[in-house]
């Protein structure tokens, strides 16, 4: 049900850095300007442009590299385990978690279905690991009851404060938290990260193999 609703949300975002890649877009370092630029990107460059499904995909990589945070998203979605893992057991981590959004999400970009969004609401806050900052959006068809979507930016303080995001809440729903609990449940399955690396290897060449 969550991933239902994600997908075009998803999609509308995370098209976007392919558009920054190709027309080395300058984002605002303002929150609400980010996200409302981002956007303007993802539906006239990406989303209505003219582009095959592997180049999609290209596009689909540069963003999760360049526009999320995801090696903070990645500790996070492990919890303690993290802090006990061997540096060897997280690169692969990170690699395999990168690896499993981009299949998981980049053929899924079909579900948009020409939604807008606005930007109305900036509340940012300081914090430990870097000042977050969360700008509510309203997502939909003009006519149709629009969906409360939350883009959770966090300054990077190891990376001159540069903003990159760290989660999406639809509906109240957070996806970092959804992702968190699922990636939970496999490491007390597996009892290790070793464990978790392999079910995500696995599951990964399994959705590889049925997309050939």
Do not use: C
């Not at 303690?80 to 978690?97: C, D, M, N, P, V």
């Not at 959006?137 to 966090?154: F, H, P, Q, Y």
């Amino acid at each position: 049900m969550f991933r239902r609703a994600l997908a075009p949300v998803f999609a509308l975002f995370l098209l976007v850095g392919g558009a920054a890649h190709a027309s080395a877009l300058d984002l605002p370092r303002e929150p609400g300007a980010f996200v409302q630029e981002l956007s303007r990107f993802a539906i006239e460059d990406i989303l209505k442009a003219n582009i095959d499904s592997q180049e999609r995909i290209k596009r689909f990589e540069t963003l999760l590299d360049e526009a999320f945070d995801m090696p903070f998203i990645a500790r996070f979605v492990v919890g303690g385990a993290w802090k006990e893992a061997s540096e060897a057991q997280r690169t692969e981590f990170q690699k395999l978690f990168r690896d499993m959004n981009v299949i998981s999400w980049g053929t899924r970009f079909d579900e948009y279905g020409g939604q807008r969004i606005a930007v109305t609401n900036v509340q940012s806050q300081d914090a430990r690991g870097g000042k977050l900052h969360e700008v509510t959006t309203s997502i939909g068809n003009e006519g149709d009851k629009a969906m409360l979507v939350i883009w959770v930016l966090r300054e990077n303080p190891e990376q001159g404060n540069r903003l990159g995001v760290i989660d999406l809440k639809v509906e109240g729903v957070s996806m970092a938290q959804t992702f968190r609990g699922e990636y939970l449940a496999v490491l007390k399955n597996t009892g290790s990260m070793d464990g978790l690396n392999k079910v995500l290897k696995d599951k990964i060449a399994a959705l590889r193999g049925s997309k050939t």
